[in-house]
Structure formats: structure tokens, C-alpha cells
């Protein structure tokens, strides 16, 4: 997942992990007030990022647990969960990740073989300096990753913590006002939406495609049409490479979900207020390693009340 060319937000699904130029988000960003996280009958975990590393608890019991992200550098703050496969080490999925950024489609859909092998993607939340968010999610007695996705595929000292999770059940999950689906409508991959999406408040992301995937959302003016949006999306490249155009919104303001495998799901509660958005996936079609998805009509203009 991308924010490209300014505040970059990453993610290694379906065929990319992309990096940018990193920007600090704009004054209004960063004023603009955090998401607040429905505790009540939930066990919340806080995590945060920064210049010196990631802090994370080390230990926590099974169910449900909601991850409350933060971040102080703007050049991070795209905090992930996954749960490696037995024998995989971060160097391994590190440089899996490294090969989803091949240019050649056949090593990328290789590397997002192996990546769906190696590695049960549970989602994570985009957040910026002063933009709180979370994602909550079931987990099970084992051993987890919580990681920057920022970090994948270059950095000196990548920031990751491992979560140990073992003992007796307990927690529920946020509840969502509305259920945003990843899904295949008559063989094209598209955002179908039950509810209502409210501001400050849960929004669960289901991801039913037979890949990973994710769900960032990105404010729209009033005078964009869904025209506008799929005239610039038609721009990408067969193999992905991105328009010289702008985009006619603000990639620097993206808030969301992180990759989920397929049949996965997550509640998440990011910084959306009252207006028009478009709800997208910057990532590739895993069966071709070359067109993005966005490209084959997998976004959705999202009204939050």
C-alpha cells in the first residue's frame, strides 16, 4: 500500500512494497483530533513507533486484543501483525518482501507464493505523527509479529518486536457500525459496504479476495466524481508503474487497514471525519504481478457521517 511521493503508507500484498519520499503530514493533519478506541469488554495493547524503535508488549493472552498504534516519526507509522510460519525467521520474511518489489511480474508472483506460505498477514493500522489509530484481532497461543512495514526492505536497524501469546481466552472486539468486504463481484475485485461508516468510530474490514489485501481511505472534494477517479486510475501502467498525473486527492492522508490473507478480518477505528472518501488497495493482482487492483475497479467512494 502506497501514499507515493510525499508521506508513503506501504504494504506488501499482491505484488508491491513500494517506498517513497517521506514527508511530515500537513499542520491540519496533525491537529486534526485522534480516534478514539472502544474499550469497554476489549484488552488494549499500546504500540508505538518511533525514530529509536518500536515499543510493544512482549507478552499477552489469547482472544481478542485490540492494538492501539501510534507513531512520533514521519517516516514511520505503518504498524503490522503477523504470525510466521514454523522455521520462517524475520530475515526470511524480510526478504520475501524484498521480492515483492521485483520489476519482472514472475519473481513477484513467486515471492507472493511464498509470502502467502511464510506468513498470516493479520492487518495493522496506518497512523501519522498526532493521528492515532487501531485494529483489533483474534489471536491464538503462539508466537507473533508486530513490525514497520517502512522497514521491509531497507533499513539499518529494522523496528520489530516479537508478541508471545499464551494462557486463558478473554476480550471482545470493538463494535463495527458498518462492514466494509474485499471481494470478487462478478470476477472483479470491489469494495462492497454494509452499514454506516461513522466518524470516530469501529468499521470492521473483511478481506474475501483469494490474496491479501488491504483498505486505505483517502478524503475527497466535493466536486470529485467517481469519473475522476477512474480516469486516473486507468492511468497506471500494465505493470503497474504509477501516472504521472496527481491523483485528485491528497495521497499524503491515508488512514486504514494493512494487508489481511484471505479470510481474514479486522475491526479498526482511524481518524475519519464527517465527509467523502474513497476507500482503495494500492496493491497487485498476485495471479499476474503486474496490474493493481485499484486499475481493475477495486475502490469505493465511502460517505462517513
Not at 474499550?39 to 492501539?68: E, N
Not at 509479529?145 to 523496528?159: G, I, N
Not at 462478478?186 to 490474496?211: E, Y
Amino acid at each position: 500500500m502506497r501514499i507515493p511521493r510525499s508521506r508513503l503508507v506501504l504494504a506488501s500484498l499482491a505484488g508491491t512494497l513500494i517506498l517513497g519520499c517521506a514527508v511530515a503530514p500537513s499542520t491540519s493533519a496533525a491537529q486534526a483530533p485522534p480516534a478514539s478506541v472502544e474499550v469497554r469488554g476489549s484488552r488494549v495493547l499500546d504500540i508505538s513507533v518511533g525514530p529509536g524503535g518500536l515499543t510493544a508488549p512482549a507478552t499477552t493472552t489469547p482472544g481478542a486484543v485490540t492494538f492501539r498504534a501510534s507513531t512520533t516519526d514521519p517516516a514511520a507509522g505503518l504498524i503490522g501483525l503477523t504470525r510466521l510460519s514454523p522455521g520462517v525467521t524475520w530475515e526470511r520474511f524480510r526478504d520475501i518482501q524484498r521480492r515483492t518489489l521485483s520489476d519482472d511480474p514472475a519473481v513477484v508472483v513467486q515471492a507472493q507464493t511464498e509470502l502467502a506460505a511464510s506468513a498470516d498477514l493479520l492487518g495493522g493500522v496506518v497512523t501519522h505523527p498526532g493521528l492515532s489509530g487501531s485494529f483489533s484481532q483474534d489471536l491464538t497461543p503462539g508466537t507473533y509479529l508486530l513490525f514497520e512495514y517502512f522497514d521491509l526492505e531497507s533499513h539499518p536497524a529494522p523496528r520489530y518486536r516479537w508478541l508471545t501469546v499464551s494462557g486463558a481466552a478473554s476480550g471482545t472486539h470493538p463494535t463495527p457500525t458498518a462492514t466494509l468486504v474485499s471481494e470478487r463481484v462478478a470476477g472483479a475485485p470491489r469494495f462492497t459496504l454494509s452499514g454506516t461508516v461513522k466518524a470516530g468510530r469501529p468499521l470492521k474490514f473483511v478481506n474475501k479476495l483469494p490474496q491479501e489485501n488491504e483498505a486505505v481511505f483517502f478524503p475527497l472534494a466535493a466536486d470529485v466524481t467517481e469519473s475522476d477517479l477512474t480516469s486516473y486510475f486507468d492511468k497506471f501502467g500494465p505493470n503497474g508503474e504509477w501516472p504521472a498525473d496527481p491523483p485528485p486527492f491528497d495521497q499524503s492522508k491515508g488512514v486504514g487497514s494493512l494487508p489481511l490473507n484471505p479470510q481474514r478480518s479486522s475491526v479498526i477505528q482511524i481518524p475519519l471525519t464527517t465527509g467523502r472518501y474513497v476507500a482503495l488497495t494500492w496493491l497487485k493482482d498476485a495471479s499476474d504481478g503486474r496490474t493493481r487492483l485499484v486499475k481493475e475497479g477495486q475502490y469505493k467512494i465511502v460517505e462517513v457521517r
